[in-house]
């Protein structure tokens, strides 16, 4: 079956520190890739996506590459801000059926001034 | 234009009574999808729509799970007889056409749930 599987938070990084969170998946053919940022109290935002294998998503500083050999989608900032605090979600979506996404669990990001 | 709305944002209910729980998709999205996010359980899909039709309920968790949607736009999650496990912030999602491994879904605010 499809899964994602995310590194455990928190994450607590220095303002203008490197981030990266990991994200690997299991599916089947060729899924779709996301990062979804949950801001507190904010609902889902797309951040990036990425739909097949070497494409690059980007978007606000951060980037992620579909990486098929590896099947993983690592989040990646070269320098974070306070306000990149949020919870950040890594999804696919399934490749037959419905196409519903399926997320990980979720890694929360804390930046410290 | 307008993003995906859900209705009420906080619901508060006793173990045992009915709720519904509303959402407005983002104007022409034909799929429709529910999504639960509660503690312990991540993200879980609990239903998708594609127009009027729900050609995947394979998340609902039980039969007190109900959901429909009406003239291709507006779609109501009901939970009959709320359990203390229900409790959960209940997100909406839609996407353009549906069907799609492109397709790219847009979250709506999400409705939190409370059962006491």
Not at chain 2, 35 to 53: K, M, T, V
Not at chain 2, 58 to 80: K, N
Request: net charge neutral; proline share 3%; charged share 20%.
């Amino acid at each position: 079956g499809n899964s994602v599987t995310q590194m455990e938070g928190p994450v607590t990084l220095s303002e203008e520190a490197f981030l990266t969170i990991n994200c690997t998946y299991t599916a089947t053919g060729y899924p779709s890739l996301f990062w979804y940022v949950q801001y507190p109290g904010e609902g889902l935002q797309l951040l990036l996506k990425a739909t097949k294998a070497d494409d690059k998503g980007s978007n606000k500083g951060f980037e992620a590459t579909y990486r098929k050999e590896t099947t993983s989608f690592h989040l990646e900032k070269g320098s974070v801000q306070v306000s990149d605090s949020a919870v950040y979600f890594c999804a696919l979506s399934a490749t037959s059926g419905t196409y519903k996404y399926i997320f990980g669990t979720g890694t929360r990001l804390k930046v410290l001034a | 234009g307008a993003g995906v709305s859900q209705s009420p944002s906080n619901k508060v209910t006793e173990k045992g009574k009915d709720v519904e729980l509303r959402c407005d998709p983002i104007s022409g999205h034909t799929a429709l999808y529910w999504y639960r996010q509660s503690l312990g359980q991540g993200l879980e899909f609990l239903i998708y729509f594609q127009g009027n039709s729900a050609p995947d309920k394979s998340g609902l968790p039980s039969d007190r799970f109900s959901a429909e949607r009406t003239g291709g736009s507006v779609s109501t999650l009901t939970i009959q007889r709320t359990q203390q496990e229900d409790s959960a912030v209940y997100l909406c999602a839609s996407s353009l056409v549906g069907g799609r491994v492109t397709d790219t879904q847009y979250f709506g605010p999400g409705t939190r749930l409370t059962v006491l």
